[in-house]
């Protein structure tokens, strides 16, 4: 059965830049038929998607966020990763990974991770 | 930037009921919608997707409808398990929206 696992820190300075990671186990990212992305949630924001990825590195992204978002993949690891640059408290959230439907791009998101909790403070 | 509203922000029901909820688009969206339902603690699971589209193993009393700007969510009987926080999300604009969620309470 698919899984997946956000991992990183869960507490970043401002200014500096948010990392994490999503392992994803009973199914290989390179399988071509689904993309993958991070989406987040927040009481202030509720739930924004943050950007995907496909496993050749093909990339789309919020453009409210465009700007400080970094996506890439690691096929050998059947990984994915978000960096976040120059965080703000505003992005203190859960941040989840998940999969898109097959064959639907960047459409809706059926297979989640947990979430994992950032909080951005000094 | 595509806004979505839903309506009610909260809905309190009891088991049985006939449950609507409404997400509205501030402009058209190519009927590119989908519905999720979120429990506490957990992430949020896809019930619906292109307005009506029953996701696998969703129960048939889950519906979606609309067209345009305006959708609707409706759970035919409401079930014990039914209660928790319902989000439309638009896929037609690369901000790739929520709306802000309806909490279904007992």
């Known amino acids: 059965q698919l899984q997946l696992q956000e991992s990183g820190p869960g507490l970043v300075k401002p200014s500096e830049t948010l990392s994490l990671t999503c392992t994803v186990s009973?199914?290989?990212?390179?399988?071509?038929?689904?993309?993958w992305g991070w989406v987040r949630q927040s009481p202030g924001r509720g739930l924004e998607w943050i950007g995907s990825i496909y496993y050749t590195g093909i990339t789309f992204r919020n453009p409210s966020l465009q700007g400080r978002v970094t996506l890439s993949v690691d096929t050998a690891k059947n990984q994915v990763s978000l960096k976040l640059s120059s965080v703000t408290a505003a992005d203190t959230a859960v941040y989840y990974c998940?999969?898109?439907?097959?064959?639907?791009?960047?459409?809706?998101?059926?297979?989640w991770g947990r979430g994992t909790l950032v909080t951005v403070s000094s | 930037d595509v806004q979505m509203t839903q309506s009610p922000s909260t809905l309190s029901a009891s088991v049985g009921d006939r449950v609507t909820i409404t997400c509205r688009a501030s402009q058209s969206i190519n009927n590119l919608l989908a519905w999720y339902q979120q429990k506490i603690g957990e992430a949020p699971k896809l019930l619906i997707n292109k307005v009506s589209a029953l996701e696998s193993g969703v129960p048939s009393r889950f519906s979606g409808s609309g067209s345009g700007t305006d959708f609707t969510l409706t759970i035919s009987s409401l079930q014990p398990d039914d209660f928790a926080t319902y989000y439309c999300?638009?896929?037609?604009?690369?901000?790739?929206?929520f709306g802000q969620g309806t909490n279904v309470e007992v």
């Open positions: 999300q638009q896929y037609n604009t690369f901000s790739r929206t």
């Open positions: 009973g199914g290989s990212i390179s399988s071509g038929s689904h993309y």
């Open positions: 998940a999969r898109h439907i097959a064959g639907g791009g960047t459409g809706p998101l059926n297979y």
